[in-house]
């Protein structure tokens, strides 16, 4: 069942600033976003990366329009001894290689730390406008109504 991502970012607030790199080790920072709507997804937990993916199924199936951007983070609290490296590796074998620059990537969880999430192997799905501000929030399967009322809003002129 999904919910509005209560704990999380509310609608009409900022994206905070953050940095991260992506599955090929390029530092980025959220206010990249800027400029254009963008679809987030962001995983909390290592083993909801199907779950994810769906969300992205659904935005073409949805006819998003390529004009909004795609951006997923990879937030996770792995141990210590899994090195950065090791898990941007495993991330490259499930991500297709189109996507590696708009997949960010952090082992501590601090993005999500910065965005308020629970650690969830359910997707947390955010709808941003040109100036990165939240226009829906839902952490949910891409199935849901509330995930289709999101991806509804980036269909929109």
Do not use: N
Not at 44 to 70: C, Q
Request: no cysteine; net charge positive; glycine share 8%.
């Amino acid at each position: 069942m999904a919910t509005l991502a209560s704990a999380a970012l509310k609608k009409g607030e900022v994206v905070p600033s953050f940095s991260a790199e992506d599955l090929q080790g390029q530092t980025h920072r959220s206010q990249e976003w800027r400029g254009r709507r963008t679809l987030l997804v962001v995983l909390t937990d290592k083993d909801g990366g199907e779950a994810m993916r769906r969300w992205f199924d659904e935005a073409a199936a949805l006819r998003v329009p390529d004009s909004v951007h795609r951006a997923s983070l990879l937030s996770f609290k792995l141990p210590f001894f899994v090195g950065l490296g090791t898990a941007r590796e495993k991330a490259r074998k499930k991500v297709p290689e189109a996507f590696w620059s708009d997949t960010w990537l952090d082992k501590d969880g601090a993005m999500g730390k910065k965005l308020a999430l629970a650690s969830s192997r359910t997707p947390y799905a955010f709808a941003l406008d040109e100036e990165g501000r939240v226009l829906a929030a839902v952490h949910g399967e891409a199935d849901s109504p509330e995930a289709k009322a999101l991806l509804e809003l980036l269909t929109r002129p």
